[in-house]
């Protein structure tokens, strides 16, 4: 047993001086073969245990050698990878160009998004957020749709299931998010919703089935219209410019009342006329008005106590009134040379 353990140890330390290596994945692989669980060395002290007291002195000393021998090896083949990259990286001409590489930029319709909220959070708006997929209560029936009633028909909606009762449908507006805001949160709250949505209609310069919005909501006590004014001439000079001008037109939305559109003064002929505005001078941004008592009662709010005004806009529109965009599918179609106008000067 002594001699074949002697022999071991000599034929362990003449491999050891031949062991040469190109990579670290070589070195670990020959460092686990003689120092781990199962390597030659580390079997070598187990059957140590077994050696005769006269002769466990000499056989320590000669397993110790063998041990650090073998680690000094694999240090030394280390370093020499080390150094070998070294000299290769010497060797690199650092005077040469870098390659070119092509870096991505946000969407337009993500700069536009992210420009709205910011505004509106500055005012403490908080981001409220809610499912695509919705039932037809929240996106219909709390928002003052009654079955049957022919508003539905202002909107060709894509429903995703034939439940009678309450059919699940791909939400038409955000205003759903609105509903499980007032369900859920407590008053007053100040909220905006942004969103994608969706429609059954026709694709074309000025419509797509599918689009973003950015809707608000603000309940509290004695909330009036001149308030509802008031935050929307402050976000349009924020969004267009401080010399924008704004005016209401009375409109109907189920869900508001009174309801009115919202027009900025045209910010590329500043109200003179042009081909963007359509010689009018105007530009059409959101819809909005004070919330429904109705819509305020189906989510268990006291519309005697409380008050609150709501509008909504869609994010591809406000884009193409700020960058002057002429069709809405450019903002679908990731032409890069459409989305490289947008990779500078808009941060967010």
């Given amino acids: 047993m002594v001699f074949v353990m002697r022999e071991k140890i000599e034929e362990l330390l003449q491999q050891i001086a031949n062991l040469s290596s190109n990579n670290e994945k070589e070195i670990e692989s020959i460092r686990l073969s003689l120092l781990g669980k199962k390597g030659e060395i580390t079997k070598l002290f187990e059957e140590f245990r077994t050696v005769s007291p006269e002769l466990k002195k000499e056989f320590g000393q000669k397993l110790n050698i063998l041990k650090n021998t073998a680690i000094q090896k694999i240090e030394e083949l280390k370093a020499n990878i080390n150094k070998s990259a070294t000299n290769t990286k010497s060797q690199t001409d650092t005077s040469m160009p870098a390659d070119t590489l092509s870096l991505g930029s946000r ?87 942004p969103g994608r949505v969706f429609r059954n209609e026709a694709i074309s310069a000025r ?65 003179k006329g042009c081909n963007i505005c359509k010689g009018t001078g105007w530009l059409e941004i959101m819809g909005c008005g004070m919330v429904d008592p109705n819509v305020l009662e189906a989510s268990n709010i006291d519309s005697k106590t409380y008050s609150g005004f709501a509008f909504g806009m869609g994010v591809e529109r406000i884009a193409m009134l700020k960058w002057q965009v002429n069709d809405l599918r450019h903002y679908f179609e990731n032409d890069l040379r459409f989305l490289k106008e947008f990779n500078t000067n808009h941060s967010v």
Avoid: W
């Avoid at 037809?136 to 995703?160: I, K, S």
């Avoid at 919005?213 to 401080?242: C, H, P, T, W």
């Fill in 207 to 271: 419509a797509h089935c599918i689009f973003h919005q950015v809707e608000g909501l603000y309940i509290d006590k004695n909330v009036s219209f001149a308030d509802l004014k008031q935050a929307i001439l402050v976000f349009a000079r924020e969004m267009f410019g401080e010399d924008t001008q704004i005016r209401f037109r009375p409109s109907y939305f189920p869900f508001t009342e009174p309801s009115a559109e919202v027009d900025v003064s045209c910010n590329i002929c500043k109200g």
């Fill in 107 to 193: 969407h337009p319709v993500s700069i536009a998004r992210q420009e709205i909220v910011n505004i509106f959070r500055k005012f403490g708006y908080e981001v409220a957020e809610g499912p695509e997929i919705e039932d037809d209560y929240h996106v219909f029936e709390a928002l003052n749709f009654p079955a049957n009633h022919p508003a539905r028909d202002m909107q060709d909606t894509f429903f995703v299931s034939n439940n009678i009762i309450n059919p699940l449908l791909l939400r038409t507006h955000t205003s759903s998010v609105q509903v499980r805001a007032m369900e859920s949160m407590p008053l007053p709250m100040r909220i905006i919703c």
